[in-house]
């Protein structure tokens, strides 16, 4: 089958199985997944992702930035769709909001942007939601069952996509933290053992030498070994 017989889900997918964690971060991942969501489900006119961020939800991927303004509404008052299903876990479709009382201050916001109806799909990792894949259409009706399919099986996929570069960056910032962390404590070790020599004092007396002058100087112990060290490979005093 040729690139151009695939339906619009098989060639989002395709994009998104291509997809290597490692060449994007996790927030340029959760572009890519809103641009290529908005190709699979052809009647949405823009899409966005929930998600809970420093304890807070918040709309961390859009492909219009009408779609935050219109989040914001639900998010301050602790109800809507793409909520709802977030914390739920559950699909949620709204065939119109036109006279939907269920969230009245997201419907208003909606409408006034030029949002009819809306598609909203739990991210699930295992039974936990990571977030929530909103769609939104400028008519009544867009949604129906066969969107809701397209929409769930790529969700599916994006979350897979999502949470491996969420524990590749997680992996990779330990990795970097336990790098510093060890190149840190070497220069500390090399600075006591040049206080040793040139004091004649323990290791315990070297590095309450190195804590009074970094305390002195206000500055990191790290910073002030890394001087010490630097200085005795100068050869200076």
Known sequence: MSENELSPLQRSLAELSACLVSEQSVGDTLTMVCSLAVEAVPPAMFAGITMMVDDRVTTQAFTDPT??????????????????SFK???????????????????????????????????????????????FYAGEPGTFGAS???????????????LVNAQAYWGARLKSEHLERALAGREVIDLAKGIIMNSMG?????????????????NRKLRDVAADIVARARRGAP
């Open 67 to 84: 779609c935050p303004e219109i989040d914001q509404k639900q998010y301050e008052s602790g109800h809507g769709p793409c909520l709802d």
């Open 201 to 217: 004092c323990t290791p315990d007396q070297a590095f309450n030498t190195l804590v009074e002058q970094s305390q002195a100087e």
């Open 147 to 161: 969107e809701a399919e397209v929409g769930q099986l790529f969700a599916a996929q994006a979350t897979v996509v």
């Open 88 to 134: 739920s876990g559950s699909l949620i479709l709204v065939e119109s909001l036109e006279g939907d009382e269920r969230w009245p201050e997201f419907a208003e916001a909606a409408t006034a942007h030029g949002v009819r109806s809306t598609l909203s799909l739990p991210m699930l990792s295992g039974k936990s939601p990571v977030g929530a894949l909103n």
